[in-house]
Nanobody, 115 residues
Framework: QVQLVESGGGLVQAGGSLKLACAASRDIFSLYTIDWYRQTPGKQREFVAAVSASGRTNYADSVKGRFTISRDGAQDTVYLQMTSLKPDDTGVYYC?????????WGQGTQVTVSS
């Protein structure tokens, strides 16, 4: 089993930056992939970024060049550095991990970008 705890959300003005963290309860290099998703009311949860166990990264087109996913093995934490934030980036950001063919989600952290 894997527990995921997100943190770092908050209120920021458009153009600002935030850094989210996803702390895992087990060695992150044992996880097949760790992803960030976001969701706004009335919309489906959408993919934002991912990092695989090998270190390969992938981003949604809407965040390419603005968001960076990284990981710290010593802390078993995955980060999402978000820059040049836009009001459309507002939502609850969730961390997702796949381990042993099972998907785990964190509780989410709210990001609000004001115009």
């Amino acid at each position: 089993q894997v527990q995921l705890v997100e943190s770092g959300g908050g209120l920021v003005q458009a153009g600002g930056s935030l850094k989210l963290a996803c702390a895992a309860s087990r060695d992150i290099f044992s996880l097949y992939t760790i992803d960030w998703y976001r969701q706004t009311p009335g919309k489906q949860r959408e993919f934002v970024a991912a990092v695989s166990a090998s270190g390969r990264t992938n981003y949604a087109d809407s965040v390419k060049g603005r968001f960076t996913i990284s990981r710290d093995g010593a802390q078993d934490t995955v980060y999402l550095q978000m820059t040049s934030l836009k009001p459309d980036d507002t939502g609850v950001y969730y961390c997702k991990a796949v381990y042993d063919f099972t998907t785990y989600w964190g509780q989410g952290t709210q990001v609000t970008v004001s115009s």
